[in-house]
């Protein structure tokens, strides 16, 4: 199978490093281990990887989650781990699958132009042969033109025959890559701790919103939620408790939204609730309904004492507004979001309230 260079994981890099004119390889080399360093970290592929990508920005969404986690203080080994199969998950839905049905197309489409150029001369023996037979006027001559028009005919069917099986075997090889692209698809757009759409797959669903808004001349709400204090409930019992907040978040996002209502990890402690044909004291209810039914229920850490954990969440609502970009709409709900945290956590803010 040849490679598509387009897609080459070695160009991607090669490419980053061109556009570095300031920095030599042994430069980029040397402040990555330095890094390393600094985070008190193992110095092996992984980590020089992730920290790579880190620095020089080489994929904008892929930069930011380990942004996110190395301000709040949340890199180690097992984000490390968590980051680097996302990272592989991403490579691999952008190469792979594209390659296999690059070959597999043009092995199909060469088969079919071979079959044409095959059966192209037996098509006029049959044309030749029919008009013959058209003219006969005995028996004898018919059978004679009859003998002559049964091998064309079988080597017609046999080359027909050859090529179904030849376009059945592709078919079944094309509904194989389907299904792997499909897989490869859901693992680059979906976080692997939560199973609800990532900061990729929030990014996919927000554009798509955007474009039926337009079409539509409707608009839609945004909901940006954090969870207040998360870093101390890992400092105090740990990822493993930390990810179990995580995922009760998430669940009950899930739970409370409804319909057309879409969900996501927006990065680290944070999740964003995005809501079609909403308006925006729709959106504020369901911001402040999230937000008390969060506060009025806690976890139970199982211990020996069965200790309680209670959790908050700060929330920011935008509305968007047609024509603009994206960009604007999540930074009106950032700055919400900020407001509500500086007012004490436990709060909504509306873009109304800026």
Known sequence: MNSNPKFSI??????????????????????????ISEFELQKNPVHYTLIY???????????????????????????????FLKLIAQMLYKSIPAEQANYLLNDLLTNLDAWIIKTADKHNQLHSQIGQAEEVESGQQALEVLKAFIPTVKQVLSDT????????????????????????????????????????GFNEIIQSLTVEAQQQQSTFAIILLDIDHFKNVNDTYGHLIGDSVLRYIAKLLGQETKGQDSIARYGGEEFAVLLPNTNYDGAMQLANNLRHKIASRSLTIKTSHNQKLQISVSSGVAMYQMGEDVEQLIKRADQCLYQAKTKGRNQVCGEADL
Request: aromatic share 6%; proline share 2%; glycine share 0%.
């Open 161 to 200: 025959q050859e090529l179904q099986k030849k376009v059945k075997d592709s078919a079944h090889k094309i509904r194989l890559l389907k299904e792997e692209l499909e897989r490869t698809t859901t693992i680059a757009k979906t976080d692997e701790l939560t199973n609800i759409p990532n900061r990729r």
């Open 53 to 83: 990508e880190w620095l020089h920005q080489v994929d904008p969404y892929f930069t930011d989650e380990v942004d996110k986690a190395i301000r709040l203080r949340e890199y180690d080994d097992k984000k490390a781990d968590e980051l």
């Open 10 to 35: 070695i160009q991607r890099y090669a490419n980053h490093t061109q556009k570095q004119k300031n920095l030599s390889t042994q430069d980029i080399s040397e402040l990555c281990c330095q890094k």
